[in-house]
């Protein structure tokens, strides 16, 4: 079992629940917080800390707009509560309710903060 990077676990231990950043719906930065939880808790995070995933692979976000810059959102803004499955080096496999497999693909985040950081 991989040990989850101290950045990372304090980082999330840090999201305060109730004090979404301006602009961020409550419903949606609650949701995103406990994608947050659920992912250093499932197993996959061994093989994304395997294939030294960054933090902005997983938890990165565009400063300015977190919520629309889809090109700036790690992985745990993309879950939207389906099921991830596997990781390797260039993509993350996440399953659907229906079955469907959706494919992540890492790629740079020039413009990108952590998640704790807005």
């Known amino acids: 079992m991989a040990i989850i990077p101290a950045v990372w676990r304090d980082g999330v231990k ?3 629940w109730d ?9 949606r930065w609650r949701n995103i917080i406990d994608e947050c ?6 197993p996959v995070i061994d093989a994304i ?7 902005l ?8 707009a977190p919520l629309s810059r889809t090109d700036q ?9 389906r099921r991830i499955i596997g990781a390797n080096e260039n993509s993350c496999a996440i399953i659907t309710n229906n079955d ?3 494919t ?4 740079p985040k020039s413009e990108a903060v952590a998640i704790w950081e807005l």
């Open 14 to 16: 840090g999201l305060d």
């Open 49 to 55: 800390i395997r294939y030294r995933w960054n933090t």
């Open 104 to 107: 992540y693909y890492r790629k």
């Open 37 to 42: 939880d659920k992912l250093l808790d499932n």
């Open 100 to 102: 469907v497999t959706l």
């Open 57 to 64: 692979d997983v938890f990165g976000c565009n400063k300015i």
């Open 73 to 81: 959102m790690g992985l745990v803004f993309l879950i939207g509560g």
């Open 19 to 27: 004090r979404p950043p301006p602009n961020f719906p409550l419903d």
